[in-house]
Each structure stands twice: as structure tokens, then as C-alpha cells.
């Protein structure tokens, strides 16, 4: 395989360990952080001590605080920014000499969508509206059952890259065919990053739901497999809704795959919120879901979930569509309804459909 060169914007625990996992295959990899200590960190000891401690970056792995650098010049342009900045750091490659002239191939890992002055927007959909008009159509976005900690450990993972420029998303497969990685390819763009998004709302209402379990009468692990099953008709449901155009999508590791680790992993961001809203209490601190949004930082991760269960209700409410978990958690993060009536509701009056 031709060893190429990667620039990754964002070096949060997703876009480190890709990183990693693309320069154990031979690639050159270069990380563009905002922080100088992720920087440092890297640079000096090969790790990213913020957001991916405990895990040694292998030496082709570089970082910078230059975005410029990291974008110029690269076969390929990865872009792993949340979603809460994702057009303001967009915005800033613009004029990089290789993007300006479409030279470089440009895929995105960031969960979720973007709030636009006409209603939310999926991330490809956003970051084609910056880049120049070359690129419409010819982004590729990549997604998976995927943690951020297994894939910097070299656990076999599978991931897909979905574009509607078919050339585009084999070019992205096989920059991923290293060890580590099984990859695959997709044209059903608009379905695989609904997957991607609406999952971690589902897996905050799994982890609150899971926090309860063990102490309960009514609550065990039929009932979680019966909030997965019925979390993924919600998905395919929004899916279709926006324009999804192949089934399958939700029955492959796009879907129902990366829908079960981010619900069942230790290392899930999401599902730990929904923990922490049952035995932490987490949501005093908050208003509204308004107020957790502006806030988030107050949490000490990112569970992107909340963000995207905003989006999703407005989207449901636009388009008329009917989702009973995603409504129950907008409800619960804006303070409408109490975790434990919100899940009786739910689950033991015939709430959700599986």
C-alpha cells in the first residue's frame, strides 16, 4: 500500500485515535489542535494527554497549532471537529492553496448537525456550503461502531465511507485498509450520518436506563434490548424522513453496529451521561437544554447526543414524524419531565415501537 499523507482537524480523542490507526498502516499523519498542551503533549511525548491519555502515538503521527500546515499539501484532509465549531474551524481552510483548487480529498468524522439560519443541516451538507463549489458532492464521510480508545489500541474495528462521488469513497476505503481497520464503502450518504448522529441521543436514554437496571423490579436486560430495538426503528424513521436512500444502511455497522457499542461501551460518552443524569443528578445544574448546550463544558466530556437531540426534535416537529424516545430525552434535558417518569412512560406503557 502507498504510504499518503493525512492532515486531521481536531485532535479530540476520535481524531487522535484515527490518526494513530492510519499512521500504524504507514500514513503520515499531521493533528491540528486548538490547544497548546494537546500540541505539546504530542509533540514532545507522543500522546495526547487531554483527550486520549494512557496510549503512545506512534512517531509518524505529528501535531501543530497551524491549520494551515496540517491542510496544505495533503493527499488527503480529515476534519474531527465537534459539531459545535465545526463551521468556524471549516471556515479557516478555505484558502489553502490545495483545497482552494480541489486537489485534496476531504472527508469528515464529526457526529451530529449544525444549527444554519434555515434549520439544522447534516455535517456534509455544512461543510460543503463552505469549502469551494468544487467540493459538492464530493465530500466523504466516514463513521462506524468506533471508539476512540479501541481503535488506538488496534482492536479490529469497521468503519464506512459514505459518498455520493463513488471514486471519492473507494479512495477513503482503502486509505483505511490498515491493520486495525476493516472498511467499506457507501453512497447512501444521508442515512449513514443520520445514523451517526441520532445514535448517541438513543444512548443517552440507554445509559439512564441502564443506571437503573440493577435496582429495579420492572427494568433488566430485555428491556434494554428492547430500548436498542426501538431506538433503531427511531433512527431508520429520521433516516427516511431526510432522505436515506438504501435500508441496509441501518442493518450494517452504520447503523444498528455503532448504535449497540455506543449504547453497551465503558468508553461511551453518551451512554455515560444518561448514567450520570440517574446517579449524579447531573441536570440540577442546568435550566434547560438551552442552558446545557451554552454550558457544556461544565460536564467534563462531550456527549454530543445533547446537541443533537435539539436538532432531531425540531426536525421531527418540522417533517411530522413521531419519535417517542428522542422527544422523551429533549422532554428530559429541558426539564419538562423527571428521569424516572419519563422511562415508565416509555417502557411500561407501550411508548415505544420496536
Not at 511525548?45 to 491549520?67: C, K, M, Q, W
Not at 423490579?217 to 427516511?240: K, P, R, W
Amino acid at each position: 500500500m502507498d504510504s499518503k499523507t493525512v492532515g486531521i482537524i481536531g485532535a479530540g480523542a476520535w481524531g487522535t485515535g484515527f490518526a494513530a490507526a492510519l499512521a500504524r498502516g504507514g500514513h503520515t499523519v499531521q493533528l491540528w489542535a486548538f490547544e497548546p498542551d494537546v500540541v505539546d503533549a504530542i509533540q514532545t511525548r507522543h500522546e495526547n494527554s487531554r483527550y486520549l491519555p494512557g496510549f503512545t502515538l506512534p512517531p509518524n503521527v505529528t501535531a501543530t497549532e497551524d491549520i494551515a500546515a496540517v491542510t496544505a499539501g495533503k493527499d488527503f484532509v480529515v476534519i474531527a471537529t465537534p459539531s459545535l465549531f465545526l463551521s468556524s474551524t471549516v471556515k479557516k481552510i478555505t484558502t489553502v492553496p490545495d483545497i482552494a483548487d480541489g486537489r485534496t480529498c476531504i472527508a469528515a468524522l464529526t457526529k451530529g448537525f449544525v444549527a444554519s439560519a434555515d434549520g439544522p443541516k447534516l455535517v456534509l451538507e455544512t461543510v460543503e456550503n463552505i469549502l469551494p463549489g468544487i467540493y459538492k458532492g464530493n465530500t466523504v464521510y466516514i463513521s462506524g461502531p468506533s471508539h476512540a480508545e479501541e481503535v488506538a489500541m488496534g482492536k479490529l474495528t469497521g468503519l464506512i465511507a459514505a459518498s455520493e462521488n463513488p471514486k471519492n469513497s473507494i479512495r477513503f476505503r482503502e486509505l483505511m485498509r490498515v491493520p486495525g481497520l476493516m472498511a467499506y464503502a457507501s453512497f447512501d450518504v444521508v442515512g449513514v450520518q443520520i445514523c451517526a448522529a441520532a445514535k448517541n441521543v438513543i444512548a443517552i436514554m440507554y445509559g439512564a436506563l441502564d443506571a437503573v437496571t440493577d435496582n429495579s423490579a420492572v427494568f433488566g436486560d430485555d428491556t434494554e434490548s428492547l430500548m436498542l430495538a426501538a431506538g433503531l426503528n427511531e433512527i431508520q424513521m429520521l433516516g427516511f424522513a431526510m432522505g436515506a436512500t438504501h435500508a441496509e444502511t441501518f442493518t450494517s455497522i452504520a447503523g444498528v453496529g455503532d448504535l449497540d457499542v455506543t449504547c453497551k461501551s465503558r468508553f461511551g460518552r453518551n451512554r455515560r451521561f444518561g448514567q450520570d443524569i440517574i446517579n449524579k443528578n447531573i441536570l440540577a445544574q442546568f435550566t434547560d437544554i438551552d442552558d446545557i448546550i451554552t454550558h457544556i463544558d461544565r460536564i467534563g466530556y462531550l456527549p454530543e447526543g445533547v446537541v443533537a437531540c435539539k436538532f432531531i426534535h425540531e426536525i421531527a416537529e418540522s417533517k411530522k414524524i413521531k419519535l417517542t424516545i428522542c422527544d422523551g430525552l429533549y422532554r428530559l434535558l429541558n426539564k419538562e419531565v423527571e428521569a424516572d417518569e419519563l422511562l415508565d412512560s416509555l417502557l411500561t406503557l407501550g411508548g415505544t415501537r420496536a
